[in-house]
């Protein structure tokens, strides 16, 4: 069973992994952890077609630890997180939840859901996950389907927030399109969108857990091949959501703008209302990112994952947090947490003040990158090789004219012309690679060298 228990949630394939009797006792051990913070969890689920049978065996859980749930049905993942930190009206009082539970997927295939889970505004997660899952393996407890719940309008109260928060945008209309992927998103996009009259072209805002017409993952180019035809003649810039609404791909005609360069663009418009800000990236951001923002501010070197950078904000006080996948966590006017639909109206925010994007990014200096190569392995390995790469890589970096070696997550190997990142997953059996480099013939030869040295990392760990 612990192969579910993640470092950043908790994920498995419904019935198979995620039983009634394993869902239930997540429930009762999570509410003992929220119950020492205060009386109310807020629950929310995804578009998943057996996320509200999870929802039930989950509540049942947390009402055998005795919590109390405040339950807001279908919402994105952002929507379960702002309720962590906007207060609800229950009895006649006023009530912020001590913890939050997201079920979702978020853009694994169908079969699988999971579990967000956030305790005194806080992610849960890594050690406190791992705990978690040796207390319900060793557990026995029968718990009784008891499913009793308080229901809050939670996409009703976020989107409300949201539209005052970007009254100023009122009746804009900057020609764009939307693609929700048939997740979440949608049933807090469209409501918002036309609460304040801006017009959008819709795909496929309808949530539908089997995700009929493309698979929820922005970040991989083929699942955005709809938008871009509509992009091509009927809209001038484009959004895509992941299944649970906390990922964003935006896009003009031109371009996929990642989730590095958008939080660059969001630096330089803080700092063009005079502020200095601190940008948090992760290993896999562009080396302009960093540099460009050192600039006009200050950049952190941090590792990957929503819960670490969520901390790591905290943390520092920085005004932003972003991965190249498209998490893009804003400090600044917000609450810290990913938010894909917040980095929406972020944006139609720049695109009103005159921001170009394009023209922006033509100003950029001109680098070569891979995406994301991932190296099958197993779990067992995958961290020894990782160990044995940092050694061969200590001990012969003279030799293989090395400027610097990064250590905070995997390793992220700096030459003068560009730089190489091998990290091991924590979520799954593989080693992700990305390069990048100043030259076509640079990127070759960093790609080629690390490749060669993974392969020799291999043999070490056998």
Known sequence: MQHIFREYDIRGIFQEDLTEETVKRIGYYLGKKIKERGDYAVVTYDARTHSPTLSDWLVSGLNAAEVIVLHGGMAPTPVNYFCNFNPFEVAGQEVTPAGGIQITGSHNPPEYNGFKITIGQQPFFGEDIYALGRDVEASEMAIPTVTDAISIPAVGHYVDYLAKAFAHLEGF???????????????????????????????????DGTFPNHHPD???????????????KEAHYGFAFDGDGDRIAFLSRNRNFKGDILALFFAKEMAGEGKKPTVIGEVKCSQIMYDEIDKIGKAIMYKTGHSNLKVKLKETGADLAAEVSGHIFFNDRYF???????????????????????AEYDKLPTL???????????????????????????ERKKDLAIRDIVTIDGVRVI?????????ASNTTPILVTRFEAKSPEALERIQSLMNDLIEEAKKTVG
């Open 173 to 207: 209309d900057p020609n764009i399109a939307i693609d929700c992927g048939n997740g979440a998103a949608g049933i807090a996009v469209e409501p918002l969108l036309e609460k304040l009259g801006i017009p959008a072209k819709k795909l496929y805002c309808e949530p």
């Open 218 to 232: 922005p970040s991989e180019e083929e699942n955005l091949q709809d938008l871009k035809k509509v992009l091509e």
């Open 336 to 358: 810290g947490y990913d938010d894909a639909i917040y980095s929406m109206m972020r944006i139609l925010e720049m695109l009103r003040n005159g921001f170009d994007f394009d």
């Open 368 to 394: 070569y990158s891979t995406d994301e190569i991932k190296v099958q392995t197993t779990d067992q390995k995958k961290f020894a090789i990782i160990d044995a790469l940092k050694k061969i890589l200590v």
């Open 415 to 423: 030459f003068d012309d560009g730089w190489g990142l091998v990290r």
